[in-house]
């Protein structure tokens, strides 16, 4: 079993910036990719961004050049810095990690809004 917990969510004004951050722990030993999906209200779950552990990335168009993914192997943390925030980021985010099954967190709540 994988753990993981997200934090860094929280209310911020459009084109402010927050950095989420999840921490796994349990069995972490050989967790290949990492990410982040989101949800917001009414929508379906989408892809933010997935980095693999060798740090290649890949991004969703509606968030490529505003959010960054990175990973620090030695911490088992994966990180999303995001920037020049919209209010359609608003959703609830959830952290994943794909080791011989996919974990997910228990989601951070994230709302642009002036």
């Known amino acids: 079993q994988v753990r993981l917990v997200e934090s860094g969510g929280g209310l911020v004004q459009p084109g402010g910036s927050l950095r989420l951050s999840c921490g796994a722990s349990?069995?972490?030993?050989?967790?290949?990719?990492m990410g982040w999906h989101r949800q917001a209200p009414g929508k379906e779950r989408e892809v933010v961004a997935e980095?693999?552990?060798?740090?290649?990335?890949n991004y969703a168009d509606a968030v490529k050049d505003r959010f960054t993914i990175s990973r620090d192997n030695a911490k088992d943390t994966v990180y999303l810095q995001m920037n020049s925030l919209k209010p359609e980021d608003t959703a609830v985010y959830y952290c994943y990690a794909v080791r011989s099954s996919t974990y997910w967190g228990q989601g951070t709540q994230v709302t642009v809004s002036s």
């Open positions: 349990g069995s972490i030993f050989r967790i290949n990719n």
């Open positions: 980095i693999s552990r060798g740090g290649m990335t």
